[in-house]
């Protein structure tokens, strides 16, 4: 299906000529007004991982409960974590991104509100307090690798007792045969959803180094490392997965 697209300037650098001449150059400042119609297009059942993580959340959320969503962007996910437990006594949502312009659009579409704040800060340094649920959506899959696991351990250390971890991540393959099909199934995705050869290929170069997936087994290995247990695939399409890791 073809999706006929009027491009903003800021649609244009995130998916036109800027990226294809930057390699490794990916950046999530300045793209926070064409955000959430970039990742729709982007990653495959985006609402749908949302509404799971939502229904998912009842196991840990009540009231007085603590929820981090870690790399909010315009805090899609962080608002409906905050409506779904509209209601739940002293509950609060915290949206953290680094990115100042992800924080200022997310509070400007979701506005001032008890139960949901948004802070500019970096999820590795961020000093959390004890939480009942941390939530990333296709973010740790941003987190160097180098410092990847000591960001998986702090969610464990901060988290209470029973308390879970949502984790969305782009994923690769067991073997090289399935990397090659899994990537071709996900550009013919990219192609159906309005982007041309040209857009694909450009944002593949942009994100070299900076989006690093592990594959099913190594996040799971990761999570291990950090004290999980109890580990469960929640959803799966191609290369996209999720996972709940409870304490
Ligand atoms: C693909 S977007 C996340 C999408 C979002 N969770 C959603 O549901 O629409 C990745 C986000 O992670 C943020 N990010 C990258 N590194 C981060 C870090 N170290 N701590 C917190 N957020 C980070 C980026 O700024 C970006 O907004």
């Known amino acids: 299906m073809e999706i006929a697209l009027a491009r903003t300037e800021e649609q244009s650098n995130l998916v036109g000529e800027g990226i294809t001449a930057d390699r490794g150059r990916w950046s999530f400042d ?5 955000f959430d119609d970039h990742v729709r297009r982007s990653v495959p059942l985006y609402n749908e991982g949302h509404d799971l993580t939502c ?13 981090y969503d870690l790399g909010t962007a315009t805090g899609s996910l962080a608002r409906k974590l905050a409506d779904w437990h509209q209601g739940k006594a002293g509950t609060q949502v915290i949206g953290i991104d680094p990115v100042q312009s992800m924080v200022e659009q997310a509070e400007k579409v979701h506005g001032f509100r008890e139960d949901l704040r948004f802070i500019c800060s970096d999820a590795l340094t961020y000093e ?9 959506y296709y973010t740790v899959q941003f987190v160097h690798p180098n410092v990847r696991q ?3 351990d702090r969610i464990y250390e901060r988290l209470h007792w029973g308390g879970a971890f949502i984790l969305f991540e782009k994923v690769r393959a067991p073997d090289a045969r399935f990397q090659d ?37 190594g996040n799971i290995e990761m999570l291990q490392r950090a004290g999980f247990k109890d580990i469960m ?9 999720g996972f709940l890791a409870i304490k």
């Open 181 to 217: 099909y899994m990537s071709q199934v996900y550009t013919d995705f990219k192609l159906a959803n309005g982007y041309d050869e040209k857009e694909v290929v450009g944002k593949t170069r942009s994100l070299k180094g900076v989006l690093e997936p592990f594959s099913t087994n």
């Open 150 to 152: 000591q960001l998986i």
């Open 233 to 241: 695939t929640v959803q799966k399409w191609v290369c996209f997965e």
């Open 55 to 67: 229904r998912l959340s009842d196991y840990f959320v009540a009231s007085n409960s603590l929820v």
């Open 128 to 136: 959390f307090e004890k939480a009942n649920l941390f939530t990333s």
């Open 30 to 34: 300045g793209i926070s007004r064409v």
